[in-house]
């Protein structure tokens, strides 16, 4: 099935203010997540879609077996971020919060690695929000996080691969801003939303597009994106 890809830029004025808006910012403190050794050349960061069991998820595996299959010799490490990925939307915060981190430490500790986000469905919000632009005004920030991603923090980020982005409007309804990448990495980023998914497209209702990119050229599309930045 052929795919579509969309990079979405800084925009203004993020007026929903509910708590999945603490995914714009950017983790300056707080436990840091275990980092493997030696370092890998490329870390491919992870979040999976709503309601599927802890790990990369389905997108996710496919797309990192993908990366790694461009990766010739170079070593490719993942990390799949720990967070609940229910139908209770504003827990995707738990998730930027995870990502983050461990983006940070990743930062810190292997400096040379080249970083790649990637997110599929609620984890392409959670990722997108990561990289957000803003803080929404009036929007009281939890303990442990403050500012957008600095500069610093997005020159360790080589790309950022998102499936099936829910759109501005499905987001609203669930209570949370539109999910806006931040001008940091939106070149570096690209956004997939296979045909008929309403989901990422927009028109409301339901979407058995949505639940299967990973069955598709998606996962090997984002990855050969990736590949011509990392390798």
Same mark, same amino acid.
């Given at each position: ?48 879609g ?14 990192v ?11 490719v490490?993942?990390y ?5 990925a229910?139908? @209770? ?27 790649v ?11 997108g ?14 303990a ?43 070149d ?8 008929? @998914? ?8 339901i ?16 990855? @050969? ?7």
């Amino acid at each position: 099935m052929s795919t579509s890809a969309r990079a979405r830029r800084l925009s203004t004025g993020i007026g929903a203010l509910l708590g999945v808006a603490a995914a714009v910012f950017t983790l300056c403190a707080g436990a840091p997540t275990a980092t493997a050794e030696p370092c890998a050349d490329v870390d491919v960061t992870f979040a999976r879609g709503t309601t599927e069991p802890p790990g990369l998820g389905a997108v996710g595996q496919a797309f990192v077996d993908e990366v790694r299959a461009r990766a010739g010799t170079r070593t490719v490490s993942d990390y799949a971020v720990n967070y609940p990925a229910s139908n @209770d939307f504003p827990t995707a915060s738990d998730g930027v919060v995870d990502a983050i981190s461990h983006i940070n430490t990743m930062a810190a500790n292997c400096p040379k690695t080249k970083l790649v986000l990637g997110g599929s469905s609620q984890g392409a919000a959670v990722i997108g929000y990561v990289t957000g632009p803003a803080i929404p005004p009036g929007y009281i920030v939890p303990a442990g996080i403050n500012g957008p991603m600095s500069a610093q923090t997005a020159e360790h980020i080589a790309a950022v691969a998102l499936f099936g982005t829910p759109s501005d409007g499905v987001v609203a309804t669930l209570g949370a801003p539109p999910v806006v990448i931040g001008p940091l990495v939106a070149d570096k980023t690209i956004d997939i939303c296979l045909p008929g @998914d309403v989901i990422c497209a927009g028109g409301g209702g339901i979407s058995l597009v949505h639940g299967n990119y990973a069955h598709t050229q998606a996962p090997a599309e984002a990855a @050969d994106f990736v590949a011509q930045r990392v390798f």
